[in-house]
């Protein structure tokens, strides 16, 4: 059997597709008429943030790394980036219109078109980070070990800010399975230091059923 590589996207993009889906449905359960939608605006605004910085994360720490083994990609996924851009600032213009009125006909157009632009911007997304996963991804395994990918993975965890890193990890607790949990939770027992741990066990704690919390714990105490 062939060893299993180590796949760098797999659980930022779970994390970050979980939150496209939450928030879809948040979009269609809004009443933008009423003031409650600013807690869905604000959940919008922070993905449309979380993804703007993981694009630029990956231009600057991963992409360089394939452009001389395949420039017309890293074009295309740069390109993609650029659309990504321009679907995001879409969203931005409309979400500085529905927080500048309290008039109901106008509030209840601009969440329909808010609506069908997120829409745009989670069809594009998705396909964008299957391209990542399915192209780049065997790319980076042809040309770099796994000890190497970790390490471009290590540089984009230090340079996200703490409380982003953290909110996102919380997304990503509630976007995996148990075993992504366990293998999470216990590279980050034997590696970082233990409050660290508590602080990751702490989001399991509140994100997880009972029941999977149960046997995340055991799969931990039998490390
Ligand atoms: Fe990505």
Known sequence: MSEQRYNVFNQIHKG??????DTALCIQQTDFTQSEARATVDQLEQVL????????????????HIRPHNAPLIDELEKDHDID???????????RDWRATDAAAPRETIGQRLGYAFNEFIAFNLYHMNKEENVLM??????????????????ILQSIPLPTLLAESRWMMRSINDKEVIEWLSGVKKEAPAPVF??????????????????????????
């Open 138 to 155: 065997y790319l980076l395994w042809t040309h770099y070990t796994d000890a190497k990918i970790r390490q471009m993975e290590a540089r």
């Open 198 to 223: 508590d602080t990751f066990l702490g989001i399991a704690n509140d994100e997880l059923p009972l029941e999977r919390l149960a046997r995340v714990q055991a799969a931990l105490e039998t490390e």
């Open 49 to 64: 943030h979380f993804f703007d910085e993981h694009a630029e994360n990956e231009d600057q720490f991963i992409l360089p």
């Open 85 to 95: 851009h321009q679907l995001t600032q879409t969203l931005l213009d409309q979400i």
């Open 16 to 21: 970050l597709r979980g939150m496209l889906y």
